[in-house]
């Protein structure tokens, strides 16, 4: 079955504690990213890649890490996490913008708790 | 289930109606849009995409328009069922630019049986 999947779907932590999000997708998508989804404020990016070892900021990437060494596999790593990075988390990717389309297939989400 | 927003536009349908939902966006550039639907407590889900250069688009019981003069974009779901209760919500993104997409905020669509 095609699809993204996330790891962990839930995760409570404490400020500070370093800590790694998993993102797979099994369709061969050249394209990755990462969203946080916070009411009233609709999804907004916080980095992509175009391709393996190609990444590059979204629109709010202070405090957040990526890298992209394998095509399937993007992780969204927290060096150092603080309250106001709690929110919901979606992976996802798409086969390029580059060929003409920007449908992405999503992740079910990991809800972000810091303490 | 996961709650995707507080205090968002809602749209209240019975079973069996047409619905209309609108997404003002706020780019002239952009080129190509894509609607969302968002079940509680899952991703979003792919339902339609239009480019720039149609106004028009159907799929199976749904329709985008595309209003380039106005920046508007809407969604027309026929014979609306209760598995459409969702958040949907558009995107707006341009061809050759920086492929950071711009998300809507989204409406919560109802439907009572």
């Known amino acids: 079955e095609a699809q993204v999947t996330q790891n962990p779907r839930y995760l409570i932590t404490v400020t500070g504690k370093k800590l790694t999000v998993t993102c797979s997708q099994n369709m061969n998508h050249e394209y990755m990213s990462w969203y946080r989804q916070d009411p009233g404020l609709g999804l907004r990016q916080i980095y992509y890649?175009?391709?393996?070892?190609?990444?590059d900021k979204g629109d709010v990437p202070e405090g957040y890490k990526v890298s992209r060494k394998e095509k399937r596999n993007f992780p969204l790593i927290l060096e150092s996490p603080s309250p106001n990075q709690t929110s919901l988390y979606f992976c996802?990717?798409?086969?390029?913008?580059?060929?003409?389309?920007?449908?992405?297939?999503f992740g079910p989400g990991t809800r972000l708790t810091v303490l | 289930g996961e709650s995707v927003g507080l205090h968002l536009p809602t749209l209240s349908v019975q079973e069996g109606d047409n619905s209309i939902i609108n997404c003002a966006y706020s780019n002239s550039a952009s080129d190509y849009f894509i609607w969302y639907k968002q079940e509680s407590g899952k991703g979003p889900q792919f339902i339609i995409d239009i480019r720039s250069n149609m106004d028009k688009r159907q799929g199976q019981r749904v329709t985008v328009l595309l209003n380039k003069t106005v920046k508007h974009l809407s969604l027309q779901i026929a014979a609306t069922q209760p598995g459409d209760s969702a958040v949907y919500f558009c995107?707006?993104?341009?061809?050759?630019?920086?492929?950071?997409?711009?998300f809507g905020r989204g409406t919560s669509l109802i439907v009572h049986p």
């Open positions: 995107a707006e993104s341009t061809r050759g630019g920086s492929y950071i997409p711009t």
């Open positions: 890649s175009m391709n393996v070892e190609v990444t």
């Open positions: 996802a990717s798409s086969i390029s913008p580059l060929m003409g389309t920007d449908t992405q297939y």
